[in-house]
């Protein structure tokens, strides 16, 4: 992606600026030589008020903020800080001019509703499953399933592609539609299997046409291993049909609904376990 010249909230901020990745409770320890975004990236500190903190590490400005190792930097911060201690995540590029400007303006305007944030995501941490379906099996179900999609294909079956060219784009109409019912049936039965494990869901977008599942959880942190055998298990029923992986602890970005420029009563994408369950197909990320 092209690395813009600055970020948003930096403009008229001078030469140097304080980067914010997220709020964590005030007692967190940070001594270890952590470094930031930014060429050279700075050391990350926390800059305190009340009983909240926030991770922080200085930019020089103008800069260039927004390459893939920038990218990298602030989800791994975020992410290793959601493995010990509660986290809201800001937004990448999230700047402010000073730390007394972060104290001030961000941490005690926003202090209560990032307080009662934080005690919420106390020890539970954010996972994502993805699933893609395997091509050719996929194909096969719609096949046989579909009737209308077998006679399509063995009358395109080696004729050429131009005399065939609208029973192909009608084939690929139903092919497509039957994954996306496949994909609304197949999110609905992880969330049967995971719903005993978890706290929430949101059902993100696919990035891809044979996308299966795209789910986000937050996950009480004990119950960890009961969500990693309940979708082993699952995996073991799709093999052959849909390959799964688990990625995670992460930070509740899907479940994060405050930030530096939205304030704390934003409209919340956040579903429960029985929301999830119940979903007919998936919804635009938060």
């Known amino acids: 992606m092209a690395a813009p010249a600055a970020p948003e909230g930096a403009r008229g901020l001078g030469q140097s600026a304080c980067y914010v990745y997220g709020i964590v409770p005030a007692d967190v320890d940070r001594t270890g030589d952590v470094r930031g975004v930014g060429d050279p990236p700075a050391r990350v500190q926390l800059v305190r008020h009340g009983g909240l903190g926030a991770l922080v ?8 903020l927004g390459t893939p190792e920038d990218l990298q930097a602030h989800a791994q911060i975020l992410d290793a800080t959601a493995v010990e201690v509660p986290v809201l995540p800001l937004q990448f590029g999230t700047v402010m001019a000073t730390e007394e400007a972060v104290a001030g303006e961000l941490l005690a305007v926003y202090q209560e509703a990032f307080a009662a944030a934080l005690k919420q995501f106390e020890g539970r941490a954010q996972y994502v499953v993805k699933g893609r379906y395997v091509e050719q099996a996929v194909l096969a179900e719609a096949l046989e399933e579909i009737p209308e999609a077998a006679r399509l294909r063995e009358q395109i079956r080696g004729k050429n592609p131009a005399a065939t060219r609208q029973a192909r784009i009608r084939l690929g109409e139903i092919i497509n539609n039957a994954i996306t019912a496949k994909r609304a ?3 609905r039965a992880l969330g049967e299997v995971a719903a005993p494990c978890c706290v929430a869901g949101v059902v993100r977008e696919p990035t891809h046409e044979l996308d299966a599942v795209h789910v986000a959880l937050l996950v009480e942190t004990s119950r960890r291993d009961d969500l990693e055998q309940a979708l082993s298990d699952l995996a073991s029923d799709w093999e052959g049909r849909i390959g799964i992986r688990l990625l995670g602890p992460m930070a509740p970005y899907d479940f994060t609904t405050t930030s530096m420029l939205q304030a704390p009563h ?5 579903a429960t376990m029985h929301d999830l369950r119940a979903l007919e197909s998936p919804r635009p990320n938060a």
Do not use: E, F, K, W
Request: proline content about 6%; glycine content about 6%; overall charge neutral.
């Open 57 to 64: 590490s200085a930019v020089d400005l103008p800069g260039r």
């Open 266 to 270: 934003t409209r919340n994408h956040q």
């Open 185 to 187: 049936a197949d999110t």
